[in-house]
């Protein structure tokens, strides 16, 4: 019940009690989702709770939904992310002006950043070679003998529904476990 209630509180800038209204289709459906949750808890035969800690759930919940909703306000405040005003119209905002040096110089300094991340052509030849402590290796094999195709990569020698390739891995021959992120 408690998930259905954070949708208010994900929504609403402020306090959940302070911010504007949710549409009524919105609070609807939620509402009705927790009316059709806690019935189905008390009546239906593999389940049934009881009334009672049907009204302690909700009680919990709600409780929940509250200490949840304060906490993202400090965590918004810690952070630095405070909500700022609400915007009630729909005018839209003008775009600030640029001089066509300006545009120039950001796109050149858009391009520099670009090129510094470019991976050099010998960090992108590599092989990478899979080892593995399965014991099911067949199983998850591309047609080869050991897993991924006797350790390679993306190599296709006669997949059934691939196309043979005559492509030989060259290059540096890199290992990893199947668990290691490197």
Same mark, same amino acid.
């Given at each position: 019940?408690?998930?259905?209630?954070?949708i208010?509180s994900?929504r @609403?800038?402020?306090?959940v009690l +302070?911010?504007?209204?949710?549409?009524?289709?919105l =609070?609807?459906?939620v509402?009705?989702?927790?009316i059709?949750?806690? +019935?189905? =808890?008390?009546?239906? &035969?593999?389940?049934t709770?009881p %009334?009672?800690? *049907? %009204?302690?759930?909700?009680?919990f919940n709600?409780a929940?939904? /509250?200490?949840?909703?304060?906490?993202?306000? &400090?965590f918004r405040?810690?952070?630095?992310?405070?909500? %700022?005003d609400? *915007? +009630?119209?729909?005018? +839209?905002l003008?775009p600030?002006t640029?001089?066509?040096? &300006?545009?120039t110089?950001?796109?050149?300094?858009?391009?520099?950043?670009?090129?510094e991340? *470019?991976?050099? *052509? =010998?960090?992108?030849?590599?092989?990478?070679? !899979?080892k593995?402590?399965s014991?099911?290796? @067949?199983?998850f094999? /591309?047609g %080869?003998?050991?897993?991924?195709?006797?350790?390679? !990569?993306?190599?296709r020698?006669?997949?059934?529904?691939? =196309? @043979?390739?005559?492509?030989v891995?060259?290059?540096?021959?890199?290992t990893? &476990?199947?668990?290691s992120p490197y």
């Open positions: 019940m408690v998930t259905e209630l954070m208010f994900v @609403a800038p402020r306090f +302070l911010s504007p209204p949710p549409s009524m289709y =609070a609807g459906s509402l009705l989702t927790l059709l949750g806690g +019935l189905l =808890a008390g009546l239906l &035969q593999m389940w709770v %009334g009672g800690d *049907i %009204g302690w759930i909700i009680l709600v929940s939904f /509250l200490v949840v909703d304060l906490m993202k306000l &400090q405040k810690m952070i630095g992310e405070e909500p %700022g609400v *915007i +009630l119209s729909d005018d +839209l003008t600030t640029r001089t066509e040096t &300006q545009k110089v950001e796109k050149g300094e858009r391009y520099r950043t670009h090129r991340s *470019i991976v050099s *052509i =010998a960090d992108r030849n590599h092989v990478v070679e !899979v593995s402590k014991s099911l290796p @067949a199983f094999s /591309l %080869g003998e050991t897993m991924m195709d006797n350790g390679y !990569v993306n190599v020698k006669g997949v059934a529904g691939l =196309a @043979a390739s005559s492509v891995p060259t290059g540096t021959r890199r990893k &476990q199947v668990s």
